[in-house]
């Protein structure tokens, strides 16, 4: 099993819609969780970090499932700027994050 | 706002040639990374450094690869042979925290074309 897995997409969607990404992780033991934001070509940049069983920041609600080992990214009235790759981010075995292969947001209006 | 800074932003080398990436991170931060991503592929880890020596490496970080802090304040990537496939888009990041409780801040990138 992977480390992390992730549905690549891509999720079309209009304007105003709200969409969701899974991801599955396989370390039980992790405590930590982010989801980062890639734009195109560009440098990944934290989006929200889950320390618990989820957090909210404005239109983006991520969630936590430790029993079934999975995070969920919920993005309320989507706009055109939230159009980018989404990754799934946690600690692998050993000393390093792992990044998901990352899930494409397509908003359109 | 601090931010982690990379030179070049692209260098085209040929293969075999060495190849030195640099990174300056954040100046309070304590733990350094690279990671590189192919294109269209996803963000792959190489390796850690904490306290002035390796944390970590990836299966990917083979002998080429070489990491540095020469001073206090640059991080180079040295790929001393490089070859086709190391194409790619080399990140490094930086933390103040270990990799499970901080965020890792990255920079811009530096786009390496082994032709």
């Known amino acids: 099993r992977k480390e992390v897995e992730q549905d690549p997409g891509p999720f079309n969607v209009p304007e105003g819609a709200t969409v969701a990404f899974n991801c599955t992780y396989s370390?039980?033991?992790?405590?930590?969780f982010f989801w980062y934001r890639q734009d195109c070509r560009k440098e990944p940049k934290l989006l929200m970090s889950?320390?618990?069983s989820g957090n909210e920041d404005g239109r983006f609600t991520a969630q936590l499932n430790r029993a079934s080992q999975y995070i969920s990214l919920l993005i309320r009235d989507s706009k055109l700027s939230d159009s980018a790759t989404y990754l799934c981010?946690?600690?692998?075995?050993?000393?390093?994050?792992?990044f998901g292969a990352g899930t494409i947001l397509r908003v359109k209006s | 706002e601090p931010e982690v800074t990379q030179t070049p932003s692209h260098q085209v080398t040929q293969m075999g040639q060495e190849v030195i990436l640099r990174c300056v991170p954040i100046s309070n931060h304590l733990y350094f990374y690279w990671y590189r991503q192919i294109l269209g592929q996803k963000v792959e880890f190489l390796v850690s450094?904490?306290?002035?020596?390796?944390?970590?490496k990836s299966e990917i970080f083979d002998d080429q690869f070489s990491v540095e802090r020469p001073d206090g304040s640059n991080f180079t990537l040295k790929i001393r042979s490089t070859k086709l496939e190391d194409s790619a888009m080399y990140f490094c990041?930086?933390?103040?925290?270990?990799?499970?409780?901080?965020?890792?801040?990255f920079g811009e990138g530096s786009r390496l074309t082994v032709l």
């Open positions: 889950v320390y618990s």
């Open positions: 370390n039980s033991a992790s405590q930590s």
């Open positions: 990041a930086s933390s103040i925290r270990d990799r499970g409780l901080g965020e890792l801040f």
């Open positions: 981010v946690t600690p692998g075995y050993g000393n390093k994050l792992v």
């Open positions: 450094f904490y306290n002035n020596e390796i944390s970590e």
